[in-house]
């Protein structure tokens, strides 16, 4: 079985509607304030491109087709603090565009509850330009 069976057998009903004609891409914000180590950041990304495929593969099949269509683009960039995570994910929300928080557990490195990773999409990449054009690269 694919990678795009097993997703769509554990996530969405049969796709339906329109599917996007641009690509589509995915991005993960971290929290930069937080001062998480390389593998850290790695678990917490890895954790928001997991609720971010299940929730867009229940909620616009049509976009997650798309998207493994396109090569299932995943961007990570540099959030200040969780302030501004909040900021962004706030302007998605009004965009349209589905979004995810990661909150850490507690258990190693950061405080729990801590939020460390924003995910937006998998969305058109022309509408994430919109919201995170001014963010660096991770």
């Known amino acids: 079985m694919g990678l795009r069976s097993f997703l769509h057998r554990i996530t969405a009903p049969a796709p339906s ?8 891409k995915m991005i993960c914000v971290v929290n930069q304030g937080l001062k998480m ?7 917490q990304v ?11 593969g229940a909620k616009a099949p049509m976009k997650l087709e798309q998207w493994l269509a396109t090569g299932q683009k ?33 258990h190693t490195q950061i ?3 801590s939020l460390t990773v924003l995910t937006l999409g998998p969305e058109t990449e022309t509408l994430l330009e919109q919201i995170t054009g001014e963010l660096k690269l991770l």
């Open 111 to 113: 405080p729990s509850g």
């Open 37 to 43: 180590g390389k593998g850290k950041i790695a678990a």
């Open 74 to 106: 995943k961007i990570c960039l540099k959030g200040r603090d969780a302030e501004h995570l909040l900021a962004l994910e706030k302007q998605a929300k009004a965009a349209g565009i589905s979004t995810n928080l990661v909150h850490d557990a507690g």
């Open 46 to 56: 890895g954790h928001g491109a997991v609720m971010a495929t299940m929730k867009t």
């Open 17 to 24: 509607g329109e599917r996007p004609t641009d690509p589509c």
